[in-house]
C-alpha cells in the first residue's frame, strides 16, 4: 500500500512546502486596475541591489522597500512615469529593464543593427569575391591549370 | 596576377575586420574595470531631499533636513547587520578623532537596542544618528545596501556618494571635495 501511496503523499508535501518565488508580502489594492499597474511596474524595474532581477522577484531589502514605494506612489495616485521618474532619479537608468533612447545608451540600442549590417555587407563582399575568382582564369591560367592537374595525376598513378 | 584581382583600395577593405575587432576589444577593456555595484546616482549635485526622522539616541526627537545643514558632513549608512559597517567603524572613529569630520549616521534597516549596543561598544563616531529602521530616508536617498557614505555640502547638496566601506584608500577619492568645501565654508 505505501508502495504507492507514500510517494505521492511525499510528492504533495514537498509541493506545498516549497515557498512560491514572487509573492513575498501581499498588498491590498483598492482596484484590480492598481494591482494591474502594480504588477507590471515591479516586473519592469530592476532590483538596484542584485545583478539581474527585478523587483517582484527579488527577495532583498532594498527591493522590499520598493515594492512598497511602488504600492504607496501608485495607491497615491501617481502616474506610471512619475513612478518611473522617482526611481531613475535615485537609482539612475540602471533601475530600468528599458533603458530610453539616449546618448549614453546609443551604443545598446544601435550596436544589434550595425552588427546586423556589417554581416550583411560581409556575405556580399565574400559572394562577390566567389564569383570574379572563378571567373578571373584567363585561357593561360586555365591551360597552366589544367598541365597541373594532369602532371599530378600521372605522379600519383 | 594578383594586383588585377585586388586593386588597392579593395585590399583595404580587408583591414576593416581588424580594425572592427580593435574597436569592439577597446569598447570592452574600458568595460573591464568598471564595478557593476557602482551605479550612477541621479542625486550627486542634488539637494538631500526633505525628511522627518527620528534619533536614535533618543525616540521623542525628530530630525529633519535642516539639523544636517550647516557645515559640510558625511551621512554615512550603517546597520548592525552588516559585516562591512562594523570593518570601517574604527575607520570612522579615527577620521573623527583625527580629522574633526563631522559624520550623521543613518542607521538603516536595523533595531534601536542592539545598534545604541553596538555605538556604546564600538565607539560613536556620529554627530547622531537617525533611525530609519524602514529604510523611508533610504529611498529619499537612493540607498542601495549598507554601507554608504554621502558627501554632503554645509546647504544639504549631495557632492560625491561611496558605496562600500569608507577607509583609508576610499577616504583618499572624497578628501580632496572634503576639503575644498571646507576651505569655502571658513572663508
Known amino acids: 500500500m505505501c508502495k504507492w501511496l507514500c510517494p505521492l503523499w511525499l510528492t504533495l508535501l514537498i509541493s506545498l512546502s516549497t515557498p512560491s518565488v514572487a509573492a513575498i508580502e501581499t498588498y491590498q489594492f483598492a482596484s484590480p486596475q492598481l494591482a494591474d499597474r502594480f504588477n507590471a511596474l515591479t516586473e519592469e524595474l ?36 512619475q513612478i518611473r521618474a522617482f526611481m531613475v532619479q535615485r537609482y539612475g537608468d540602471f533601475i530600468l529593464y528599458d533603458p530610453p533612447f539616449k546618448t549614453q545608451t546609443l551604443v545598446l540600442w544601435l550596436a544589434p543593427v550595425v552588427l546586423v549590417i556589417i554581416g550583411v555587407m560581409v556575405v556580399i563582399f565574400m559572394r562577390r569575391g566567389k ?18 592537374i594532369k602532371q599530378q595525376k600521372e605522379n600519383s598513378e | 596576377m594578383s594586383e588585377d584581382k585586388h586593386p588597392s583600395w579593395q585590399r583595404l577593405l580587408l583591414l576593416i575586420p581588424v580594425l572592427l575587432a580593435f574597436g569592439l576589444g577597446l569598447f570592452l577593456y574600458q568595460g573591464l574595470g568598471k564595478d ?4 550612477e546616482s541621479s542625486l550627486l549635485g542634488q539637494q538631500v531631499p526633505d525628511f522627518i526622522g527620528e534619533s536614535l539616541a533618543e525616540p521623542v526627537r525628530a530630525i ?14 550603517w546597520a548592525t547587520w552588516c559585516p562591512t559597517c562594523k570593518a570601517e ?15 550623521i549616521g543613518v542607521n538603516y534597516h536595523d533595531q534601536r537596542g542592539p545598534a545604541q549596543e553596538w555605538l556604546v561598544r564600538l565607539g560613536n563616531p556620529y554627530a547622531f544618528s537617525i533611525y530609519d529602521p524602514k529604510g523611508q530616508l533610504g529611498i529619499e536617498l537612493g540607498v542601495i545596501g549598507a554601507p554608504e557614505t554621502y558627501l554632503v555640502d554645509a546647504d544639504g547638496t549631495i557632492v560625491d556618494k561611496l558605496t562600500g566601506e ?3 584608500r576610499t577616504w583618499a577619492q572624497l578628501k580632496p571635495q572634503y576639503e575644498a568645501l571646507m576651505a569655502r565654508q571658513s572663508q
Do not use: F, W
Open chain 1, 46 to 81: 530592476r532590483c538596484p541591489k542584485c545583478q539581474n532581477q527585478n523587483l517582484a522577484d527579488s527577495d532583498s531589502i532594498i527591493s522590499k522597500d520598493l515594492r512598497r514605494q511602488v504600492k504607496l506612489m501608485v495607491d497615491a495616485g501617481q502616474s506610471d512615469d
Open chain 1, 131 to 148: 564569383v570574379t575568382a572563378s571567373v578571373a582564369l584567363n585561357d593561360q591560367e586555365r591551360a597552366k591549370l589544367d598541365a597541373l
Open chain 2, 36 to 39: 557593476p555595484n557602482k551605479l
Open chain 2, 64 to 77: 529633519s533636513r535642516a539639523d544636517i545643514l550647516g557645515t559640510p558632513s558625511l551621512l554615512n549608512v
Open chain 2, 89 to 103: 567603524h574604527a575607520y570612522l572613529n579615527e577620521l573623527v578623532a583625527r580629522e574633526g569630520v563631522r559624520i
Open chain 2, 166 to 168: 569608507l577607509n583609508e
